[in-house]
């Protein structure tokens, strides 16, 4: 008779390191990019041209096809797999961000909308200005970033990696 032995403790915490990150960065992606799809009225495919055209620029996103999605769509999930990793990681070494996941997911969701609007996007080749858009759509996608970005990514942290 065969027995399963269990997992020895360090590849259960990998397994449950790389859960967290890899089911965090999907949930993130996937809430925002239905988010992003249902605020500006179009359908997430066109959402996916957006994003690609940070690599090549609008105007050659939106008159590409399927290339352009597909370059889009791993764009996005590859940045919130990033962003996932790094809240991960740092919550590993300071578990606080994980007992208190509601209050820094919040934060680190909101966090990473201002770093995107005032880094990410005006140095890729869209170049749009951040100061364009009105206070209003600035908060609206501030609180949609902190609800459905950074609570995904921070309970699944809780979730896997335990609260301490």
Partial sequence: MTTIEPLPRSSAITA????AILLGGL?????????ASVLSGVSPD??????????VGLPAARAGGTE???????SHFGLAWIYAA?????SRAVPLLRRQWIV???????????????????LSA????????TFENFMINLVGQALLFGLPIAFAARRYLGPN
Avoid at 48 to 54: I, L, T
Avoid at 109 to 119: D, N
């Fill in 86 to 90: 790094f809240f991960t990681l740092v």
């Fill in 16 to 19: 449950n390191l790389v859960l």
């Fill in 46 to 55: 066109r959402v996916f041209k957006y994003v690609a055209g940070g690599w």
């Fill in 27 to 35: 949930a993130a992606g996937f809430f925002d990019i239905i988010f």
């Fill in 104 to 122: 820094f997911g919040l934060l680190y969701g909101a966090s990473l909308h201002v770093f995107m609007s005032f880094v990410v996007v005006p």
């Fill in 126 to 133: 869209i170049h749009r200005d951040p100061w364009a858009t």
């Fill in 68 to 74: 352009m999605v597909v370059l889009g769509a791993a």
